[in-house]
């Protein structure tokens, strides 16, 4: 984005008349009397086009202000400096517009609030878009400046800001940043009148950044340059383009004429990636003005999302992952931001997952899941002491790196309300962030990086004792006859966590009196964002109740990133079973991606994985399975072929002859009548991996409609079946 500031206009008129009457062609005829456009604006980084702005000439200066004028208070976010801020939303009548300069009331008198006050500390300001009301977004970089003080007995002075920016939404905000080292200086006057909504102060707490409403108005204001009301005598406006800047206002480089009324202009016969330059000239009856300041460009493609590979489909053994890769490569012109996220296919024994594909389950949801309670307490270290409450221990060591929602920890934090954390707990006093009381998750505002067995406000009585063990490749944390604060009735609660080493939970209730609970249990991730949340004031804990919490079967080692123009980023997949029931898994790899001036499509990409087995199962005379497996298709959709892919896995031993045991297959398709349409493959194969074409014909060779149809692979009595959509 280019823009240009007037600081003296007649300075102004004698340099470009000058420059520009040498590149005139004698065809134009140039009124020295005829104002020309003023602040023309070229919008790069656009792809294939080119939009311009100016103003009508002799444009209106505005100012905004929403204070009294007068300094009753001096204002400062915190004594702490945390990225402290305040800000006011601004509000233009006319768009587009220019907003030339903000201007801040500094205060020369600070003492009181710090013996070290200096009103001529440097601070920053930077202009923001709105979002839902709030400053997003910061679109022009900071301006670092300072009071200079030329009248140190006044009680403060206004210091200019410049920043001479388009700017095409009628909302915006100023927002003035003081700078790491001095919090306290220098203070912003502030009146007494009280505050509309219109001004925040803001700071980061812990992860996140967090505005507040002020209570009166900050001394803050804005100048802008509007469109005049007034008629000018202007007819038109010419526009010129040029890959020369020194050569411009000519007949050949003349690209369009808009009425005067329209001071703006898409020039869309452009080329990406190719470097152009702009001026605007007036035109009434008989002149045209001198050329408008000079602006250039240069359009680029947006960026492009491009992934080499369509589905994953994976079979392994337990305790054998299997390793793959994904190439994301941006195509497109401008740099590509990409984040990526998990939607698995749940089980019927799954409790539920997120977004990052951690599932929960229990031992009244998988029945091969049992209740084995650890005891520790003649082998762990005790930890806490009667009456504790509100207490954080530690940090204790792991004795392994513990992998959690894309980090690695070795060391472990234990308080007394029944939460862990990987990460430094903080305390604080309030409401907002006191932490004995429990929430539902993901919770932004912490405890971060939690494992949450038994979250709520819990104390240390005469029998409670709270144990850490940790042993080769697992670590138990136990928690006895717990009782909930100021409360003896409610209780004794005992229960565990077992962190290991592959990055599984398990979470353990030997004893649960109070089925009315207040408790969280969960986990959530580094800064509150992403969580998986099993209860949160439910009555769901019972005695000898057993909750498993485990990590996606997929784990990436990049969830997000940033790709530059044609560059590619190389995610590794890796395949885990961990202790996921053997059996056929599904899920979708989510891939959000975005550039600087739009959202793409989001890519979905299939993921299947196979443990051991598949869905469909049957038994041989030996006892060992026989196994079939039918994959998604690809393209699905498609037009007018697909090709499908299924393995046939056979028991151990071999035929009477020493070959390779053979099983009748066949693969067919129908529709949803339930009319057979194609016979694929219906012939004896022995166990491998296969692939078929169907080409959308029927048995007799012609071609089938469009809609769903289903592909059917059997073997005996085992049976897979999936949707096929064809669109013509």
């Known amino acids: ?407 690695s920890f070795d060391s472990v934090r234990i308080t007394s309300d029944g939460w862990l954390s990987f990460s430094d707990a903080f305390p604080c006093s309030s409401d907002t962030f006191r932490w004995f009381i429990s929430r539902p998750l993901p919770w932004l505002w912490g405890p971060y990086s939690l494992v949450a067995p038994f979250w709520d406000d819990l104390e240390l009585v005469d029998s409670s004792s709270i144990y850490f063990c940790s042993l080769s490749d697992s670590t138990v944390i136990s928690y006895v006859n717990m009782h909930h604060y100021g409360d003896a009735s409610r209780g004794p609660y005992t229960f565990q966590t077992v962190l290991t080493s592959d990055g599984e939970i398990t979470l353990q209730y030997l004893r649960s009196d109070d089925s009315d609970t207040t408790a969280t249990i969960g986990i959530q991730n580094y800064n509150g964002t992403l969580g998986l949340g099993i209860s949160y004031n439910e009555e769901y804990l019972h005695d000898s109740l057993a909750v498993k919490i485990r990590p996606s079967w997929v784990g990436i080692d990049s969830m997000e990133g940033c790709i530059q123009p044609g560059e590619s980023n190389t995610l590794i997949l890796t395949f885990d079973p961990l202790s996921y029931p053997r059996g056929g898994y599904h899920a979708g790899l989510l891939i959000e991606s975005w550039d600087k001036n739009h959202r793409l499509e989001t890519k979905i990409i299939p993921l299947t994985f196979c443990i051991d087995t598949t869905t469909s199962v049957e038994w041989t005379d030996a006892g060992k399975p026989e196994k079939i497996v039918l994959l998604k298709n690809y393209p699905n959709p498609f037009n007018p072929t697909t090709t499908i892919q299924f393995a046939v896995v056979g028991g151990d031993g071999r035929a009477a002859d020493g070959g390779l045991r053979t099983a009748d297959v066949s693969l067919e398709i129908y529709n949803l009548l339930g009319q057979k349409v194609r016979t694929l493959v219906n012939a004896e194969m022995t166990p491998g991996n296969y692939q078929v074409t169907w080409d959308g014909k029927d048995d007799r060779g012609k071609e089938v409609a469009s809609g769903i149809y289903l592909c059917i692979l059997k073997r005996g009595s085992c049976q897979e079946i999936r949707k096929m959509l064809l669109l013509k």
């Open 1 to 407: 984005m280019n823009s240009v500031w007037i600081s003296s206009p007649a300075g102004y008129v004698q340099i470009v008349f000058l420059l520009t009457l040498l590149s005139f062609s004698s065809e134009a005829s140039v009124s020295a009397d005829l104002s020309p456009p003023a602040f023309l604006t070229a919008i790069s980084d656009q792809d294939g086009e080119v939009p311009l702005f100016w103003l009508r000439p002799h444009p209106d200066t505005v100012g905004i202000a929403y204070h009294s004028g007068t300094m009753i208070r001096r204002f400062y976010a915190s004594a702490t400096w945390q990225e402290n801020c305040v800000a006011v939303r601004m509000v233009s009548l006319s768009v587009p517009f220019y907003l030339l300069r903000s201007r801040v009331y500094i205060s020369h008198q600070g003492a009181d609030f710090d013996p070290n006050y200096n009103f001529r500390a440097p601070f920053s300001v930077t202009v923001s878009q709105d979002s839902m009301g709030l400053p997003r977004n910061v679109f022009l970089d900071s301006v670092l400046t300072s009071a200079d003080g030329e009248d140190s007995l006044a009680a403060g002075e206004w210091v200019d800001v410049e920043h001479n920016v388009l700017i095409r939404d009628s909302t915006f905000w100023i927002v003035f940043h003081w700078l790491e080292g001095s919090p306290l200086s220098p203070l912003v006057g502030m009146d007494d009148l009280p505050n509309e909504d219109r001004s925040f102060w803001g700071m980061r707490t812990f992860f996140h950044f967090h505005w507040h409403l002020t209570y009166y108005n900050p001394m803050i204001e804005a100048e802008i340059a509007t469109n005049p009301d007034i008629p000018s005598g202007v007819d038109s406006f010419r526009v010129y383009r040029s890959h020369n800047p020194d050569s411009m206002i000519y007949q050949d480089n003349l690209i369009a004429t808009v009425p005067w009324l329209q001071s703006q202009f898409t020039d869309l016969g452009v080329v990406d990636q190719q470097l152009y330059f702009y001026r605007v000239t007036a035109v009434d009856s008989q002149w045209q003005s001198r050329a408008s300041n000079p602006a250039q460009a240069t359009p680029r493609r947006g960026a492009e999302l491009e992934a080499d590979k369509e589905e994953f489909s994976v079979c392994t053994s337990a305790g054998q992952p299997f390793y793959d890769y994904l190439r994301l490569t941006n195509t497109g012109g401008l740099p590509l931001k990409f984040r990526l996220q998990m939607n698995l296919e749940e089980k019927d024994w799954m409790g539920g997952s997120d977004a990052l594909g951690y599932a929960w389950t229990d031992n009244t949801l998988q029945e091969d899941f049992e209740f084995r309670w650890t005891d520790i307490e003649s082998t762990g270290v005790r930890i806490g002491a009667n009456g504790d409450d509100n207490e954080q221990y530690g940090f204790f060591d792991l004795g392994f790196s513990f992998p959690f929602y894309g980090d």
